[in-house]
């Protein structure tokens, strides 16, 4: 039996690392969906499978290089790496990557196998360029099922890919019958369910989106039918009006909430109920009277001067005059 290690192309959070898009689907989630029920398969065959799946990300590299991390430590036989393409909504066809273009038995039967379902044949092609197949330690090879943004999608089938890319790599025919699988409920991590918009992320493990959430404040996690199932405790709000999408922030102490709302000039503190707490209270100066007396108003005190800087920009604004006193 042999081992592999399969990587299902991009990260579905933390990163800019989020794949292509097109005909209503995202590349990270459909190469989830193959990934997965490859690796099921050749686990059902008898084979040692690693997973390099890497869900979120600090960048692009810093995804990369935790793949190649998880494959090194594997000693597995052969790497693969599963992505869609895409490119002008009518490019179309199927590719791998490998090693300066190395005619790899494997790859070459994967290839072939996705091609007779009606793809495109764009041949094996040169990938040293590309992080996770020069920097691999076993034989490596990049799979880019079909174009995202096509026609392609209207042939795409997830279970087939994945028995044309076991077939591939083992040789062996692919059971029809089913894997057996556990559903899985995705976890969506937003503002609110219904502002898809506000989405930063979805997982998998319920665990994950809890900890997700838990580093941005004031974000909820919802499961697949809408249901509001985890929110960090004491998140302070910095928002117009509760009822409205204006919030710029949130944060777990309301000191911090305070500061940030007193660069902001209308904007509030609510408390995770919804409580107003508190909003900057900007003070029309007066005018001059006729003695030439003057009277100080004071917005706001911070310890920090950059802050401080931007509050009398924001005063400015606002058409009022400010400067700055400096009290030791």
Same mark, same amino acid.
């Given at each position: 039996?042999?081992?592999?290690?399969?990587?299902?192309?991009?990260?579905?959070?933390?990163?800019?690392?989020?794949?292509?898009?097109?005909?209503?689907?995202?590349?990270q989630d459909l190469t989830r969906v193959v990934g997965n029920l490859v690796m099921a398969k050749l686990k059902a065959q008898g084979h040692t499978v690693t997973n390099a799946t890497v869900d979120s990300a600090s960048s692009v590299i810093n995804a990369l290089s935790k793949i190649c991390a998880i494959e090194k430590s594997a000693n597995a036989d052969m790497f693969?790496?599963?992505?869609?393409?895409?490119?002008? /909504? $009518?490019?179309? %066809?199927?590719?791998?990557?490998? &090693?300066? =273009? @190395? #005619?790899?038995?494997?790859?070459?039967?994967?290839?072939?196998?996705?091609?007779?379902?009606?793809?495109?044949?764009?041949?094996?092609?040169?990938?040293?360029?590309?992080?996770?197949?020069?920097?691999?330690?076993?034989?490596?090879?990049?799979?880019?099922?079909?174009?995202?943004?096509?026609?392609?999608?209207?042939?795409?089938?997830?279970?087939?890919?994945?028995?044309?890319?076991?077939?591939?790599?083992?040789?062996?025919?692919?059971?029809?019958?089913?894997?057996?699988?556990?559903?899985?409920?995705?976890?969506?991590?937003?503002?609110?369910?219904?502002?898809? /918009? $506000?989405?930063? %992320?979805?997982?998998?493990?319920? &665990?994950? =989106? @809890? #900890?997700?959430?838990?580093?941005?404040?004031?974000?909820?996690?919802?499961?697949?039918?809408?249901?509001?199932?985890?929110?960090?405790?004491?998140?302070?709000?910095?928002?117009?009006?509760?009822?409205?999408?204006?919030?710029?922030?949130?944060?777990?102490?309301?000191?911090?909430?305070?500061?940030?709302?007193?660069?902001?000039?209308?904007?509030?503190?609510?408390?995770?109920?919804?409580?107003?707490?508190?909003?900057?209270?900007?003070?029309?100066?007066?005018?001059?009277?006729?003695?030439?007396?003057?009277?100080?108003?004071?917005?706001?005190?911070?310890?920090?001067?950059?802050?401080?800087?931007?509050?009398?920009?924001?005063?400015?604004?606002?058409?009022?005059?400010?400067?700055?006193?400096?009290?030791?």
């Open positions: 039996m042999s081992k592999y290690v399969i990587n299902c192309g991009h990260c579905v959070s933390g990163s800019f690392d989020f794949g292509a898009s097109g005909n209503g689907y995202k590349e693969v790496s599963i992505h869609l393409n895409a490119f002008n /909504k $009518s490019a179309s %066809g199927t590719e791998v990557f490998t &090693y300066g =273009a @190395k #005619e790899i038995p494997q790859a070459r039967n994967i290839l072939n196998n996705i091609v007779s379902m009606g793809f495109t044949n764009r041949g094996i092609k040169d990938g040293k360029g590309l992080y996770v197949v020069h920097n691999t330690k076993s034989t490596a090879m990049l799979v880019e099922l079909c174009f995202i943004d096509s026609n392609d999608m209207k042939m795409f089938n997830a279970e087939k890919m994945a028995n044309a890319i076991v077939l591939g790599l083992t040789g062996k025919a692919v059971s029809t019958k089913p894997v057996a699988t556990t559903p899985k409920t995705t976890f969506y991590v937003r503002l609110s369910f219904n502002n898809t /918009k $506000s989405e930063i %992320g979805h997982f998998d493990d319920l &665990y994950k =989106a @809890k #900890e997700f959430a838990n580093n941005h404040i004031g974000y909820k996690v919802f499961d697949s039918k809408g249901k509001y199932v985890y929110e960090l405790a004491g998140a302070f709000r910095v928002m117009k009006d509760w009822n409205d999408d204006s919030m710029l922030a949130c944060f777990d102490n309301l000191y911090k909430a305070k500061d940030y709302a007193n660069l902001h000039v209308g904007y509030k503190v609510f408390d995770p109920t919804g409580k107003y707490v508190y909003e900057l209270a900007v003070i029309k100066p007066t005018p001059v009277v006729a003695d030439d007396t003057t009277y100080q108003v004071v917005s706001g005190s911070f310890s920090n001067r950059e802050n401080a800087d931007k509050q009398v920009e924001e005063l400015k604004k606002e058409g009022i005059d400010s400067f700055i006193s400096i009290k030791k």
